[in-house]
């Protein structure tokens, strides 16, 4: 008999950085049909700084670009952090700077496959393809 295993967010507090309310929830339903707790979301950089100030996320979801904004700086604050994050857009890997090419990029519209997989390689320690 197969073990029974937690869902791969189970107990992860999870950050959602993205302008487009649509897409935040859909983010949002992802992210608890995988175990997670969502913080957030959060429509601007400066929105996520100040839960930052109150709350630790365990991973972050970031929309690369935030009413024209770059999410880089935010994505740097998490780095040194040691919080793991994912990219999710719909822009190619060249508007990534060349610190970020390693991070996980996720096409919108989310699918629940994608970021699952995304995060059991970075559970694993496994750079992504």
Known sequence: ?????????AGWKVLIVEDQFLIASDMKRIVAA??????????????????????SPDFALLDINLDDKPVFDLAEELSHRGVPFVF???????AVPE??????????????ADLEQAVLRLRAGVSPS
């Open 99 to 112: 610190p970020y090419r390693h991070v996980p990029r996720l096409d919108k519209p989310l699918s629940r």
């Open 88 to 94: 999710a857009s719909g822009y190619d890997d060249f």
């Open 1 to 9: 008999m197969t073990p029974i295993q937690d869902p791969p967010l």
């Open 34 to 55: 995988l175990g997670g707790e969502t913080i957030g979301p959060c429509r601007s950089v400066e929105q996520a700084r100040e839960l930052l100030a109150s709350r």
